[in-house]
């Protein structure tokens, strides 16, 4: 049944319809919801998407294949724990018993070469979870040289579809950072200072984030002035740390975005070691970690805009799809969901 659904889901976003809710069941029923991917293609490219013949892959049984699987960032962050999690979940649920997974512990230049061992050592397919968006071409001619298709997820890589990556599967950055300023407005009632903690430099997460929060902010609250940024580089220490140089310099500072929860969780205890009260600075973060949404019940964070790490399922169909000879579209989104102080108590369990 699971598999018949998610391969609906792929099926759906492979043809470029509007949108299908596909809720997958799953083993352990607390993740069903958590699971839940409602996925939605934006209209298939001109070309018809990618297909197994168009990229050159020799075709392979994805069960019997070698398959890489390329981490970025160290497990400190549990966005890295639940991504890897739902990677090797969802390999051993389909029998992939030949999956290697490396991690670049935050260093691109490992990245790079952590990936072309996993070619080197005949790897069939790749899934990558970028650091930073550039600097790809010797993986992507290494690649293309042995016909290796890369499904990019999480992060976007500036690069051709299907001459150099299959699909792209990950949020709407963008989207993530306006609903992260509908929830700032709400908070300081449409006016106040407000401090963005940037996420880590050279990525699309960060830029997008970025721009969809300051687009919505200059579209909806003129009364709401943006006086401090300064990247935290998606760090809990280096969220503290700036928090604290930030309530210095700021110190009638209202209102704090973050860019994602490791910072925010790092806002708070700066903010706490100043001595500061839940709710005397309104912080909205992004991805929906159980520390942040614990945040929202003891008061310290406003909302939780969900940023959905759980691939597995969805990276593995899109995979079986090409294999089977399916159009794969540029890019596959995963509709995130949103924590407040209306369902956070309730909603704990779907945090990660
Ligand atoms: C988003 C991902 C971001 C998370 C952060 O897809 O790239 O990187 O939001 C992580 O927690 O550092």
Redesign the pocket.
């Known amino acids: 049944m699971r598999a018949a659904l998610v391969l609906a889901a792929a099926a759906v976003v492979l043809t470029g319809c509007a949108k299908a809710e596909a809720p997958t069941a799953t083993a352990n029923p607390a993740d069903a919801q958590a699971q839940q991917q409602v996925v939605k293609s934006p209209s298939a490219p001109a070309g018809g998407g990618c297909t197994i013949a168009q990229h050159g892959s020799p075709k392979f049984d994805l069960k019997s294949a070698v398959v890489g699987f390329s981490q970025?960032?160290k497990e400190a962050?549990p966005?890295?724990i639940a991504e890897t999690k739902s990677i090797k979940d969802e390999a051993a649920k389909l029998g992939i018993a030949n999956l290697k997974v490396t991690n670049a512990q935050s260093q691109f230049s490992k990245q790079i070469s952590d990936v072309q061992q996993l070619i080197a050592q005949g790897a069939q397919l790749l899934v990558i979870?970028p650091l930073n968006s550039d600097g790809w071409e010797p993986v992507l001619q290494q690649a293309a040289a042995k016909k290796v298709p890369i499904i990019t997820i999480?992060?976007k890589i500036n690069a051709r579809h299907c001459a150099d990556y299959v699909t792209f599967i990950?949020?709407d950055?963008t989207e993530q950072g306006r609903r992260a300023a509908d929830q700032m407005i709400e908070a300081l009632g449409g006016k106040g200072k407000v401090a963005i903690l940037l996420?880590?430099p050279g990525?699309n997460?960060t830029t997008e984030r970025t721009n969809g929060f300051k687009e919505q902010i200059a579209a909806k609250a003129p009364d709401i002035e943006i006086t401090f940024e300064q990247t935290g580089e998606?760090t809990r220490e280096k969220g503290q740390q700036v928090t604290e140089q930030l309530i210095q310099s700021n110190p009638d500072i209202d209102g704090i975005y973050a860019?994602?929860?490791?910072m925010a969780l790092g806002a708070v205890t700066a903010l706490k070691g100043a001595g500061k009260k839940p709710g005397d600075v309104k912080i909205v973060s992004?991805?929906g970690t159980r520390g942040a949404v614990q945040g929202i019940v003891d008061g310290w964070i406003y909302a939780v805009i969900e940023?959905n790490?759980r691939f597995g399922q969805l990276a593995f169909a899109t995979a079986q799809k090409f294999l089977d000879g399916e159009p794969i579209p540029e890019k596959v989104i995963i509709e995130d969901r949103e924590y407040d102080s209306a369902n956070a108590k309730d909603s704990l369990g779907q945090a990660y």
Do not use: Q
């Open positions: 970025s960032e962050n966005f890295r979870a999480d992060r990950g949020s950055f996420g880590a990525n997460v998606f860019e994602n929860d490791e992004i991805d940023s790490p």
